[in-house]
């Protein structure tokens, strides 16, 4: 299986997205301008909720509970942030239509979490990347599977030096 990217552009991508500031700002504590950014970008591929909130639906969709989130989380089946005392999670790790989390965002997510924090991986999936033709990885997820993978591998390399 070849883990090239591809230079394929897939349709409706948007490329005047607005995404969280890079490169030099993205290990630093993030602002409320930073949480807007994230807010916006994430818009066209589910948003981002509070973990409480997320706990709620998975319990009204008889999918879990809190505890079922948890184990999500503590298990790197999905990633979330802190941002001012709340926990939040971009919902593109779900399929909005029954909430079950999509099998590549784990691949994704373990290589990344070896270096980055939840903030950071966020941040990664949200902004335009150099391995995948200036594409967001979040927008690419359904189509280009092992471009994203690829990606992801070869950012987490150069992060760990």
């Known amino acids: 299986m070849s883990l090239e990217p591809s230079t394929a552009e ?3 991508l948007r ?9 030099e700002g993205i290990r630093r504590v993030p602002s409320d301008r930073d949480f807007v950014a994230m807010r916006v970008g994430y818009r066209a591929t589910g948003g981002i909720a509070r973990g409480d909130d997320l706990a709620r639906l998975l319990e009204d969709m008889q999918r879990g509970d809190v505890s079922t989130l948890a184990r999500l ?23 909005l239509s029954d909430l079950s989390v999509k099998p590549l965002v784990r691949q994704v997510q373990t290589e990344l979490a070896q270096v980055f924090d939840g903030w950071t991986i966020a941040v990664w999936f949200a902004q335009r990347n150099s391995w995948l ?19 992801a591998w070869a950012d987490r390399l150069i992060a760990s030096g």
């Open 73 to 95: 989380i503590a298990s790197g089946a999905v990633f979330g942030f802190d941002w001012h005392g709340s926990f939040w999670v971009p919902m593109f790790q779900f399929e």
């Open 133 to 151: 033709d200036e594409q967001r990885p979040v927008d690419l997820l359904d189509t280009h599977r092992s471009a994203v993978l690829y990606a």
């Open 10 to 12: 897939p349709d409706g």
């Open 15 to 23: 490329r005047d997205s607005v995404t969280p500031e890079s490169d």
